[in-house]
């Protein structure tokens, strides 16, 4: 079977989160807004009974992913016990074809714009089409899960900002445009301190660092509360790399430069 198939996005996505660690593992984990911006002619009419839906499902491009191989067999993040799975068997993102299927809320229908709750998609995602959920038609409660169907596959733990943290991520936030807070509800809401898929890293006082790009998260673990206290955030360069002539292979010292005025000494 020889054929090929051309698709036109109808629009775009615009999120908060730019970057692959951002994203939800699935939609239903997001506290995230968003906007779908349509092309013109896919506004108006085409759009209009939408305002009596709650939710839609979004199929729309991996388009972070292109050039990305697909392999046979995957290893979910969860339960995270290193199995790996037959790829039609998951939803990871690198697939043959590199399509994706979400499920968000409408907030709202504009003319041209459709406003989101609960988004798992990265801004500048292209949509090829939307669809509206239908519960007798899409959602089938009882029905087996394969795999999934392993004790505390769904597990989620709490994530709680110290007022700390929020003070220097909203900075960062200011800065650069990175979402922290969003990062550690993607990376630790599940199986927090399983380092196979983040960069952890174990401090004396029995804390955890969370490597994030060029900088350092602080948290702790309550494991009998499941609970992950986010404490602080530094940066991971140290003074040395912070110097003005230092190269800057990633082009963000002068963030961590500024962010350092502020919160002078929390540097590596």
């Known amino acids: 079977m020889d054929s090929e198939y051309i698709f036109k996005p109808i629009g775009t996505v615009h999120t908060a989160g730019k970057y692959r660690f951002e994203a939800p593992r699935q939609g239903v984990f997001s506290t995230a ?3 779908l911006e349509l092309l013109p002619e896919y506004g108006g009419d085409a759009i209009a009974d939408l305002a009596g839906f709650d939710r839609i499902w979004l199929i729309f491009c991996f388009h972070l992913n292109m050039g990305h191989h697909w392999k046979s067999k995957v290893r979910p993040p969860f339960p995270a016990d290193g ?3 037959s790829l039609f ?4 993102p690198y697939r043959v074809n590199p399509i994706g299927l979400s499920c968000a809320e409408i907030v709202a229908v504009e003319s041209r714009r459709i406003i989101l709750r609960g988004i798992d998609l ?3 995602t292209p949509v090829l089409d939307i669809k509206p959920y239908i519960p007798e038609a899409d959602s089938f409660p009882d029905a087996a899960v394969g795999w999934r169907n392993v004790p505390d596959a769904d597990n989620v733990w709490q994530i709680v900002p110290t007022a700390e ?3 220097r991520a909203e900075l960062i936030k200011q800065l650069c445009g990175l979402d922290m807070a969003n990062f550690c509800r993607v990376q630790l809401c599940r199986a927090p301190l399983d380092s196979s898929r983040k960069r952890l890293y174990w401090q004396n006082d029995g804390s955890v660092e969370l490597g994030c790009r060029t900088w350092r998260i602080k948290f702790i673990c309550d494991e009998a509360e499941q609970r992950v206290t986010l404490q602080s955030i530094k940066s991971n360069y ?3 790399e912070l110097l003005p002539d230092a190269v800057d292979r990633y082009g963000d010292k002068d963030f961590h430069r500024e962010f350092l005025k502020v919160f002078p000494g929390v540097c590596s």
């Open 33 to 35: 807004d968003g906007v």
């Open 83 to 85: 199995i790996c799975r």
């Open 89 to 92: 068997a998951t939803r990871s």
């Open 122 to 124: 990265l801004d500048g």
């Open 165 to 167: 943290f929020t003070r």
């Open 238 to 240: 140290t003074a040395d």
